[in-house]
């Protein structure tokens, strides 16, 4: 039984594999999806952690998504491998 995983940029599930991003050589990507990883890098390689959260918020609200679950989503980016990396100040 495969654990479901999130997009570790978006937090998008990743629980279908046409969902998944693509390495350099082709392969998918168990850790980012289509929408923010293809062939190796990001797509948006300059997006800031608050532009992530606004494009999220917009994304989830074209679903009609509750705003608890928007709340949800939104709260948990900071954690994702991607915004991890950003915040680390020396």
């Avoid at 998918?28 to 800031?48: I, Q, V």
């Avoid at 705003?67 to 100040?89: E, F, G, H, Q, Y």
């Amino acid at each position: 039984m495969k654990l479901e995983t999130s997009c570790q940029s978006c937090g998008m599930p990743l629980d279908n594999p046409d969902l998944q991003g693509t390495e350099k050589d082709g392969s998918k990507s168990d850790e980012y999806c289509k929408y923010c990883y293809r062939n190796g890098a990001f797509t948006n390689p300059n997006m800031t952690l608050k532009e992530m959260t606004s494009s999220v918020i917009t994304q989830m609200e074209k679903l009609n998504l509750d705003p608890k679950t928007i709340d949800m989503a939104v709260s948990a980016l900071p954690n994702l491998k991607r915004w991890k990396a950003s915040a680390v100040v020396f």
